[in-house]
């Protein structure tokens, strides 16, 4: 692991004050929230809908599973279907619209359930009608039913539930793990029994206290401390190793890819949907940087544009150069304020043209600042001239492609911009589809 202070977040320093956004007049929601679905829109132009009606699923030639719907955050009426771009930076439709009528849960009552006593095929169904997606990657989001029924068929013997952020400039996980400690709990029990898995652990900063949460002794539970500020901590292979490490001989140290990964905003989502019988149509979101006022935890409408956000925060103080989603090493560049907010972003931050490194892309200039940042100790200048088309490697460095992490340190230090951790990646993914290993 390297210790990477300059990208470290300081929780210290940090509003930890959530609190509602306001209403947007118009929401334009997105057709395609998760990794390999695209929905169909059920609703057209002139509908009026209701706040958490379904307004899209899976289409019929989308892969088999549990996809997650996809509902109104708003009542209103549809204004149009409509081509957006995400937050990742993919094409596709959208249902845009505007805000009007009574609402369903807003300023409701709740009369809360215990999801914990309900049958796990009674839980899958409801966290895929319900639209939840697992954002333990936020660059793969994939509904939590389908990653629930995958690892039931594994038999997995543990949740694995992170409580903190595998990109450190995020910070919306380590902030929903302090202040909602018993809906993340109560969360994970009620995803560990949908699951069948055989304990839960939490995965928690070497520097936070053990949260004090309610028993449950059907289920045991483990927390096993990491430092987050040794980069990357949030991964896989690294949450393996820590949790091996720390305890050999203790129950739930058996850990393995086989096991379910998820993270603390997951969890939140599965017990406001199981506990509430509340869909999907909001995300809690921070919100920073120096082109706007203030910054903090905001709770909101998903369809809202970055711009109605940065609008939350007090306006531009200075025009933003870049908007940045999921965190400034692993996240992406947003190519408009427009973009709406999806059910895989967690932060958005606004940053001014002096923070803003040259992204115009030159040739490698063999500094070797990826080899030396590389956590599993690769070659990332070699494997991406392979991947490029340029020198070919020998079988031995094309083969260490499969360590890779993921972390994309390579990307965030190289001079040049080049795309180095995602022709790494497309080297790791070419060989799990040859199912080489």
């Keep these: ?18 609190v509602n956004a306001f209403l947007p007049r118009v929401v334009t929601v997105p ?47 549809v204004e149009d279907i409509v081509l957006c771009t995400c937050p990742d930076g993919r094409q596709g439709e959208a249902v845009k619209i505007r805000l009007a009528g009574s609402f369903t849960y807003l300023g409701k009552k709740k009369i809360p359930g215990d999801g914990t006593i309900l049958p796990p095929a009674t839980i899958i169904q409801q966290l895929s ?24 068929k594994r038999k997995p ?22 202040a909602f400690p018993d809906e993340i709990y109560t969360g994970a029990l009620i995803t560990a029994r949908a699951a069948e898995a ?24 483990r927390f096993v401390k990491i430092n987050i500020k040794e980069y990357p901590a949030g991964f896989r292979k690294e949450i393996k190793k820590a949790v091996g490490k720390s305890a050999k001989d203790y129950p739930l140290s058996d850990i393995s890819d086989d096991d379910l990964y998820t993270d603390a905003s997951t969890m939140y989502e599965v017990c406001s949907v199981i506990k509430d019988s509340i869909p999907v149509i909001d995300k809690y979101i921070y919100i920073s940087g120096e082109c706007i006022p203030a910054s903090g935890m905001l709770k909101v409408r998903i369809g809202s544009t970055v711009r109605f ?17 999921n965190g400034l090493i692993s996240g992406w560049s947003a190519g408009s304020l ?12 606004f940053l001014p043209a002096s923070k803003v490194p040259d992204q115009r892309q030159s040739v490698c200039v063999r500094c070797g600042m990826c080899r030396s940042v590389c956590p599993r100790n690769l070659t990332p200048d070699i494997l991406y001239r392979h991947a490029a088309g340029g020198t070919e490697a020998g079988e031995a460095y ?30 790791k993914l070419q060989f799990i589809k040859e199912g080489v290993k």
Excluded: W
């Design 309 to 325: 956000l940065a609008q939350q925060c007090g306006g531009f103080t200075v025009p933003p150069a870049a908007v940045i989603i």
């Design 1 to 18: 692991m390297k210790i990477i202070p300059v990208v470290y977040a300081d929780k210290r320093r940090l509003l930890k004050d959530a």
């Design 338 to 349: 427009d973009t709406p907010i999806t059910k895989y972003v967690k932060s958005v931050s």
């Design 129 to 152: 009608d319900r639209g939840v997606v697992n954002t333990f990657n936020t660059t793969e989001p994939v509904s939590l039913a389908m990653e629930i029924g995958a690892a039931r």
């Design 398 to 427: 094309v083969r260490s492609a499969q360590l890779c992490s993921g972390c994309g340190l390579c990307s965030f230090v190289c001079p040049s911009r080049l795309p180095v951790s995602q022709a790494v990646k497309m080297l």
């Design 157 to 178: 013997r543990l949740l694995v539930v992170r409580l903190y952020d595998d990109d450190p400039t995020r910070v919306t996980d380590s902030l929903l793990s302090s």
């Design 31 to 77: 057709l395609s929230q998760e990794t390999g679905y695209r929905c169909s829109s059920l609703v057209k132009k002139g509908d009026t809908v209701r706040e958490g009606q379904i307004i899209a699923v899976p289409r019929t030639d989308s892969l088999s599973g549990n996809p997650a719907k996809i509902h109104s955050p708003v009542p209103g009426v």
């Design 198 to 221: 055989g304990g839960i652990v939490f995965m928690i900063d070497s520097e936070s206290p053990v949260p004090a949460v309610g028993g449950d002794e059907s289920i045991p539970i």
